[in-house]
Nanobody, 130 residues
């Protein structure tokens, strides 16, 4: 079992910054992939960034260069540093955990697909005004 609790959301002006945090607990083997997803009103949930157990990261194109996902293993905490925020970043942001895909040739790897993640936090709202 894995429990996830997000924090750090809020309301900021365009160009501002926020850092989201996700406190994780439970079985380590069930959270080899950690990710941040977001869902805006009227839109489907979107994978923003994911990180694997080796620290490898993948981002959706729209946030590259602005967002950074990271983990502090000692604190069991996942972070999303969001800089240069835009109104289109406004959404409910969710922390998620799941098991990695595995290849005999490449080892473990993580994707940004919703269905790959079994455990989810309650979400934290991010609102960016112009």
């Amino acid at each position: 079992q894995v429990q996830l609790v997000e924090s750090g959301g809020g309301s900021v002006q365009s160009g501002g910054s926020l850092r989201l945090s996700c406190a994780a607990s439970g079985n380590t083997y069930s959270r080899n992939c950690m990710g941040w997803f977001r869902q805006a009103p009227g839109k489907e949930r979107e994978g923003v960034a994911v990180i694997d157990s080796d620290g490898g990261t993948t981002y959706v194109d729209s946030v590259k260069g602005r967002f950074t996902i990271s983990q502090d293993n000692a604190k069991n905490t996942l972070y999303l540093q969001m800089n240069s925020l835009k109104p289109e970043d406004t959404a409910m942001y969710y922390c998620a955990a799941g098991r990695a895909h595995y290849s005999d040739y490449t080892g473990g790897y993580c994707l940004r697909n919703n269905n790959d993640y079994k455990y989810w936090g309650q979400g934290t709202q991010v609102t960016v005004s112009s």
